[in-house]
């Protein structure tokens, strides 16, 4: 791998990630005169120069006082510390707090869904482009067009009806006293696999389709190219032309999935975490939107912003491990 493209890839994503920050910052304060007011209290039997000075005072309270450029330069500030700000909740917690406390739950749902769906999916796909034309491959094909026209969110419906209501053999909601009272015991990792049983079934049937769909087409295109026709003329073993010359050269695409997989396993559950009560990021991104929560809804935004540009930058550098041939602006 040359270095020179290491290095453009990496500016280029920290560049990106400089404009998000930008974005980050001014896209929620678009159209709104000031951002305190929602928190000034009653007027009551105030007169007007007291109530100006307690709308005063709750500006400096939440850093409002400043003109909005001088609020940007404070939010550069405060990054560059690892400080994403204070939220406006009761009690005042600290962004980085809230997220820490949320974002374990999410990659138990995201990462697991992820990690079956590549096991599962990407070896389905193989047997389906395998023995194209037969029983596997019609039933990816079919899965495939029913899962276009079937949400994830359907999926969990249905899931939580069934298994939750009526046959009870998964919690339909998430036990709310999960989180409080997790400890790392056999008991506590059951209790956490049994209420995240119905929401990763929900996401893994989408997922398991889709790297099977992507690795059969992958693994068709190349099995008509000429290295896999020599493979097969030298007479090597089908299981040696299959892995080591056809799975290895269909890779590309099936990273090209990965690597969006990757990117949306912080906020890429909202629906499922509001249908079967999970709190994780989705749910607190929700909570903090509801509640004009600037701080907080900025600092979320910022984390998916910066997760998803990191997972992009490193497909882009497998890509090129997997395939020395593929470039960006350079010459061949």
């Known amino acids: 791998m040359k270095l020179s493209y290491v290095i453009k890839r990496v500016l280029y994503s920290l560049f990106v990630f400089a404009v998000v920050i930008t974005l980050n910052f001014f896209i929620p304060r678009i159209g709104v005169d000031d951002p305190a007011e929602r928190y000034y209290p009653p007027?009551?039997?105030?007169?007007?120069?007291?109530?100006?000075?307690?709308?005063?005072?709750?500006?400096?309270?939440?850093?409002?006082?400043?003109?909005?450029?001088?609020?940007y330069l404070n939010y550069l500030k405060g990054l560059a510390r690892g400080d994403l700000g204070t939220s406006f909740r009761p009690g005042s917690p600290k962004v980085l707090d809230l997220i820490a406390e949320r974002l374990p739950w999410t990659l138990v749902l995201s990462v697991s869904t992820m990690l079956i769906g590549v096991v599962v999916g990407v070896g389905f796909g193989v047997v389906a482009a395998v023995k194209r034309g037969r029983w596997q491959d019609t039933l990816l094909l079919n899965a495939s067009t029913v899962m276009v026209a079937l949400p994830a969110f359907f999926i969990a419906l249905i899931l939580s009806f069934y298994l939750g209501f009526e046959w009870e053999i998964f919690p339909a909601y998430t036990d709310s006293t999960m989180v409080s009272q997790?400890?790392?015991?056999?008991?506590?990792?059951?209790?956490?696999?049994?209420?995240?049983?119905?929401?990763?079934?929900?996401?893994?049937?989408?997922?398991?389709?889709?790297?099977?769909?992507?690795?059969?087409?992958?693994?068709?295109?190349?099995?008509?190219?000429?290295?896999?026709?020599?493979?097969?003329?030298?007479?090597?073993?089908?299981?040696t032309i299959r892995y080591k010359h056809i799975l290895r050269n269909s890779l590309l695409p099936i990273v090209t999935s990965l690597g969006m997989s990757i990117s949306g396993l912080i906020g890429g559950q909202v629906v499922i975490e509001q249908v079967f009560n999970w709190n994780g990021m989705g749910t607190l991104f929700l909570e903090a939107n509801n509640t004009n929560d600037y701080p907080l809804m900025m600092g979320i935004m910022l984390l998916l912003s910066g997760f998803t540009i990191f997972a992009i930058l490193i497909t882009d550098l497998v890509y090129v491990l997997l395939d020395p041939r593929v470039t960006v602006g350079d010459k061949r």
Not at 46 to 61: A, C, G, H, N, W
Not at 182 to 201: C, D, K, Q, Y
């Open 43 to 71: 007027q009551g039997n105030m007169s007007e120069i007291e109530y100006e000075i307690v709308k005063q005072l709750t500006r400096e309270q939440y850093g409002f006082h400043v003109s909005t450029w001088q609020q």
């Open 182 to 239: 997790f400890a790392w015991t056999w008991e506590g990792i059951s209790r956490v696999a049994r209420n995240a049983a119905l929401p990763v079934m929900s996401m893994m049937v989408g997922s398991i389709i889709s790297y099977a769909q992507g690795t059969r087409n992958a693994v068709i295109a190349v099995t008509n190219e000429d290295f896999v026709l020599t493979a097969r003329a030298k007479g090597l073993k089908t299981s």
